[in-house]
């Protein structure tokens, strides 16, 4: 048996939206993240390329405390 990874990732999405659609307003998942880390640089711009696809606002924050609308840390 073989697994369609990207099949599976797309349903995943699909579903999201839905729920994000759900909420009567835009998500927003903000990220505090080390530049000088490369890793954490590289896994950031893969959760900013999925929030654009699923509609979800995406932001970099520099303390917790910045913003009071934020979903998602």
């Known amino acids: 048996m073989k697994f369609d990874g990207r099949a599976y990732a797309d349903k995943i999405a699909g579903e ?3 729920k994000f ?3 009567g307003r835009k998500a927003t998942l903000a ?3 080390d ?5 954490a640089v590289k896994y950031t711009s893969l ?9 979800v606002e995406f932001r970099e924050i520099s303390t917790i405390n910045e913003s009071h609308d934020v979903d998602g840390i």
Do not use: F, I
């Open 47 to 55: 959760k900013k390329k999925m929030a654009n696809r699923l509609g």
């Open 16 to 18: 999201l939206q839905g």
């Open 21 to 23: 659609q759900k909420l």
């Open 31 to 33: 990220v505090l993240l």
């Open 35 to 39: 530049h000088q880390n490369e890793a």
